[in-house]
């Protein structure tokens, strides 16, 4: 069963797996600098991996970078993401000062898809439904860099992200052999049959786990994700690299 996000012009889908390219920067100057390089590449989504941001707090320097991303990605879809330190990001952080740096980037119109750590919020399907209302979609996201549970573990880590009531279900674990990437790719292929409206994406991290970045759309992974400039996590191809093995698939997939 194909399931579909229409945002903007282009599309989320659990039939291709679209390339997201994180902006890893600091400062103001630098955030735009790599959004502009990432657009230039043709890139059809970017992940805002705020938690590098040094100007995280400041509300309207926030707003302002928001609202230039905004006006220079206007036809490529954006992803706002704080990535806690408990998940492998860059910043220790307050579960208040998260939602509410989260709920305030949902009013500025100006991002369309935020990133929630839910096993860290209490009230987690309340906190979505906020986010939902205030006009973006909520992509839940469970991240374990020291291992990849069980088969059975995996997909109640999945069924607790549906429960929150959103819109894409990420998992990204660490393997320590090739069964284990396998094992990733299973339960993200349960988690695509069972929901009915719901997207996932699993990656597999690491150099064990790059084959995971490449084949997930067999298992109805919608994102991958390509550094352009600095990768975000550990095994991230290169942005022209999955560019070319896409379309060699899609390609050799036509004939």
Known sequence: MSKKIFIKDRYLS???MTVCVPVVATTKESVIEQVKNSIAASAEMIELRADYFSFLYDKQELSEVLETVAEIAKSTIILFTI?????GGQIDISEEDYKNILLFVSTTGNTDIIDVESSHISECTHFVNMLHNNGVYVLASHHDFDSTPELLD?????????ETGADILKLAVMPKDSSEVIRALKAADIANEDYDEELVVVISMGKIGMFSRIAGSLVGSCITFAALEQSSAPGQIDFEDMNTIIRILDKNGEN
């Open 154 to 162: 995996m997909t109640d880590m999945y069924d607790k992200m549906q």
């Open 14 to 16: 659990s039939d291709k």
């Open 83 to 87: 990535r806690t330190s408990v998940e």
